[in-house]
């Protein structure tokens, strides 16, 4: 099956640690983007990447971290710096070629303990 | 900045009737527009891209944009239960970006 696939589907943090989530695509798209929702709102761009090894940051990137070592994957780091990393995490792609339609994952919800 | 709006609902309509979602955007240049359904805990899912001015029909669905008042919206009509979501409007905004609403709650009530 071709898709985007994200894991953990639930993440649990204590304050203080570093974790990273992971994003996978096997639909051959070269834009990648991941997004933070929180409860009642809509979805916020913290980076996205166009093509390998190119990153750029969206509108929310303090905090996160990301690499783009493969068309395919495309991680995200949530680091401590993050003060309020508590929600939705939602990746996705673009094929890029004549379409803005992006196409989602399932997501990963994020809670801080 | 960028903005796409929309009413956040709840918007409750009866079963078998029309739903009527709006959005309004602020870049008048933008060319490309989406719908998503999202059900509660759930990703995003595409309905419906438009691209050119008037109506667009998929199924129940039908999308209308009007560029000059910056106006999209999503009508379904024979509104079902399973309707009951919330849908986000996107508006594309340059680079293979996606500019999001916040989303509309839909209820269908039997």
């Known amino acids: 099956d071709g898709g985007i696939t994200q894991s953990p589907k639930y993440l649990f943090r204590k304050e203080g640690q570093n974790v990273t989530l992971s994003c996978e695509q096997n639909?051959?798209?070269?834009?990648m983007y991941w997004y933070r929702q929180d409860p009642g709102q809509g979805l916020r761009l913290i980076y996205y990447?166009?093509?390998?090894?190119?990153?750029q940051k969206g509108d929310i990137a303090e905090g996160y971290s990301v690499s783009r070592e493969k068309k395919e994957s495309f991680p995200l780091t949530v680091t401590s710096a993050q003060k309020n990393p508590t929600a939705f995490y939602l990746c996705?792609?673009?094929?890029?070629?004549?379409?803005?339609?992006?196409?989602f994952g399932p997501g990963t919800r994020l809670t801080v303990l | 900045q960028k903005e796409v709006e929309q009413n956040s609902g709840p918007l409750s309509v009866p079963e078998g009737a029309i739903a009527s979602l709006n959005c309004t955007y602020s870049?008048?240049?933008?060319?490309?527009f989406f719908w998503y359904r999202q059900y509660s805990g759930k990703s995003p899912e595409l309905i419906m891209f438009?691209?050119?001015?008037g109506d667009k029909e998929d199924g129940r669905f039908t999308a209308q944009l009007n560029k000059a008042s910056q106006y999209v919206s999503l009508l379904i009509r024979d509104s079902q239960p399973s309707d009951s979501a919330t849908y986000l409007c996107?508006?594309?905004?340059?680079?293979?970006?996606?500019?999001f609403g916040a989303g509309t709650r839909l209820a269908v009530h039997p």
């Open positions: 870049d008048r240049g933008s060319q490309s």
């Open positions: 438009i691209y050119s001015n």
């Open positions: 639909l051959n798209h070269d834009a």
């Open positions: 996705a792609s673009n094929p890029t070629s004549g379409t803005d339609t992006q196409y």
């Open positions: 996107a508006v594309a905004g340059g680079y293979n970006k996606l500019i």
């Open positions: 990447s166009q093509i390998v090894n190119d990153f």
